[in-house]
């Protein structure tokens, strides 16, 4: 039972011009993740939708296994790019934080309508994900313990979670693979922002991406000293915030 009353996270639809942005958050975080970057690029004049993925943005992390996966993620997308469209917005624009990029390049690689995407701390590449897995069974003992559920109950959650979490990302590091192999398919203008001080992740997945495209497509791409994993609410948000917002307005 949960003892502590819990506001939860929501998704996003701000309301501005005709191109629209959407932003896909973080594995284990929420739309809050992306929600002052969406203000920021709202203010600029575009409409921004920042969608939940399945099993997020709930009180319980056993939530994102039980209730999502790769798949499930990738319709998630799909139904946030038909949101858009079917509300009149024909050009639009898709960029995902970590696990969201992965998602945004997808939806660049497959579906029309999409002019420009790009990624923020996303590995299109193979990599170690033992600090991920480490960082969100931490994160999540630490959260039952602040809503107040038992000794016996966090246990048994927290089980369920170390016998899934290693499946989940292994499931992710497959997927990621035909959507890396079909890189040289996109042709449309991409943002990769790349932490350099990310803690959890290889800090060189950011430059290779750009390295694999500058070929084929316009590629922004901007590394920022300092800034953390999921960066886009740290001291150095604004700053991507006002790059983003510029490649925004060359592409658009």
């Given at each position: 039972?949960?003892?502590?009353?819990?506001?939860?996270?929501?998704?996003?639809?701000?309301?501005?011009?005709?191109?629209?942005?959407?932003?896909?958050?973080?594995f284990a975080g929420s739309p809050?993740?992306?929600?002052?970057?969406?203000?920021?690029?709202?203010?600029?004049?575009?409409?921004?939708?920042?969608?939940?993925?399945?099993?997020h943005a709930t009180a319980d992390?056993?939530?994102?296994?039980?209730?999502?996966?790769?798949?499930?993620?990738?319709?998630?997308?799909?139904?946030?790019?038909?949101?858009?469209?079917?509300?009149?917005?024909?050009?639009?624009?898709?960029?995902?934080?970590?696990?969201?990029?992965?998602?945004?390049?997808?939806?660049?690689?497959?579906?029309?309508?999409?002019?420009?995407?790009?990624?923020?701390?996303?590995?299109?590449?193979?990599?170690?994900?033992?600090?991920?897995?480490?960082?969100?069974?931490?994160?999540?003992?630490?959260?039952?313990?602040?809503?107040?559920?038992?000794?016996?109950?966090?246990?048994?959650?927290?089980?369920?979670?170390?016998?899934?979490?290693?499946?989940?990302?292994?499931?992710?590091?497959?997927?990621?693979?035909?959507?890396?192999?079909?890189?040289?398919?996109?042709?449309?203008?991409?943002?990769?922002?790349?932490?350099?001080?990310?803690?959890?992740?290889?800090?060189?997945?950011?430059?290779?991406?750009?390295?694999?495209?500058?070929?084929?497509?316009?590629?922004?791409?901007?590394?920022?000293?300092?800034?953390?994993?999921?960066?886009?609410?740290?001291?150095?948000?604004?700053?991507?915030?006002?790059?983003?917002?510029?490649?925004?307005?060359m592409v658009f």
């Amino acid at each position: 039972m949960i003892r502590m009353s819990v506001t939860l996270p929501q998704p996003f639809y701000f309301k501005g011009g005709d191109s629209a942005v959407i932003l896909l958050h973080t594995f284990a975080g929420s739309p809050m993740d992306v929600q002052i970057l969406g203000r920021n690029v709202q203010r600029a004049g575009y409409t921004v939708l920042g969608p939940a993925f399945s099993g997020h943005a709930t009180a319980d992390p056993t939530n994102i296994f039980l209730k999502g996966n790769p798949t499930q993620w990738w319709a998630d997308t799909q139904l946030a790019v038909n949101q858009l469209k079917a509300d009149g917005h024909d050009q639009i624009a898709i960029f995902g934080e970590s696990l969201g990029g992965l998602f945004a390049v997808k939806a660049m690689e497959e579906l029309s309508n999409i002019v420009a995407g790009g990624t923020i701390s996303t590995p299109l590449f193979p990599i170690d994900t033992g600090k991920v897995a480490e960082r969100f069974l931490q994160d999540a003992r630490a959260w039952y313990k602040k809503i107040g559920i038992s000794a016996e109950t966090i246990d048994t959650k927290m089980a369920f979670l170390h016998e899934q979490i290693n499946l989940t990302l292994q499931g992710i590091r497959d997927y990621t693979v035909p959507i890396h192999d079909k890189l040289n398919v996109i042709k449309q203008p991409t943002f990769i922002a790349q932490p350099d001080a990310d803690e959890l992740i290889d800090r060189t997945v950011g430059p290779r991406l750009a390295d694999t495209l500058q070929n084929q497509t316009t590629v922004s791409y901007h590394h920022y000293p300092n800034a953390p994993h999921v960066m886009t609410y740290s001291p150095q948000g604004r700053e991507l915030a006002d790059d983003l917002v510029a490649f925004l307005k060359m592409v658009f």
